[in-house]
């Protein structure tokens, strides 16, 4: 079951913003990860941030994580066309004796030349 | 880096027939292999996780004799969809986690399906 909520479930900028994506999510973590998704494509891991961390970078990328909150965000800074993508979180934990990965609803990024 | 290949990445077929879609950890050993299910516009749904050398763990929903999932390998897993129907069309994703750690899951490119 999705375990994630995602907003916006759709965000369309200009090339050269910023994007912000937030992800909640209901149970306790080991990690959250963030996946970028092409359209009819797998999935592309970017980042990981583990229950201890608050926040992360990675190039333009920037997660943070709010364990009391239970949320996450995701900061694309300098948006390219090439950003356009499906971005979904997707939470670490245990389900009964194995881990496993739970995705939330995704939010479609558009990004305008 | 690590490499997950999933094969085929497009299958056509009639109604009845069944259909297995690879997944090969390239790189590195998996002991534990994911298999998700995606709808249009829709995110990913975890159908069953695969273990090596012992039966396949299905989430709640997915039917086990329709779905048949091998993982003979630390490096092979296989998904059987058993007598396919058009209700069965969808994109089909495998994952591996590497042995060890707080390591990300890397995800095959996806088996389109389509059932006629």
């Known amino acids: 079951s999705q375990q994630g909520e995602e907003d916006p479930q759709a965000l369309s900028i200009q090339e050269g913003e910023n994007a912000t994506m937030n992800c909640s999510y209901k149970t306790s973590i080991n990690n959250l990860q963030w996946y970028r998704q092409n359209s009819g494509r797998g999935l592309v891991h970017l980042i990981l941030?583990?229950?201890?961390?608050r926040e992360k970078h990675s190039g333009r990328l920037r997660v943070t994580l709010d364990t009391s909150k239970k949320s996450s965000s995701l900061l694309i800074t300098a948006s390219r066309a090439a950003d356009t993508a499906s971005y979904f979180c997707a939470t670490d934990s245990l389900s009964g004796s194995a881990r496993q990965l739970t995705f939330g609803s995704g939010t479609q990024l558009t990004v305008l030349p | 880096g690590a490499v997950v290949s999933q094969h085929p990445s497009w299958v056509i077929c009639k109604s009845g027939t069944s259909v297995k879609i690879e997944c090969r950890s390239l790189d590195f050993q998996a002991t534990t292999m994911f298999w998700y299910r995606q709808f249009p516009k829709q995110s990913l749904m975890l159908m069953a996780t695969s273990n090596e050398g012992s039966k396949a763990t299905y989430e709640q929903g997915v039917e086990k004799d329709k779905f048949l999932i091998n993982h003979a390998s630390l490096t092979l897993s296989t998904l059987t969809v058993t007598s396919a129907h058009p209700e069965d069309s969808s994109f089909y994703i495998c994952?591996?986690?590497?042995?060890?750690?707080?390591?990300?899951?890397?995800f095959g490119d996806g088996t389109r399906l389509s059932i006629l």
């Open positions: 941030i583990r229950s201890n961390e």
């Open positions: 994952s591996a986690r590497p042995v060890g750690g707080d390591q990300p899951q890397h």
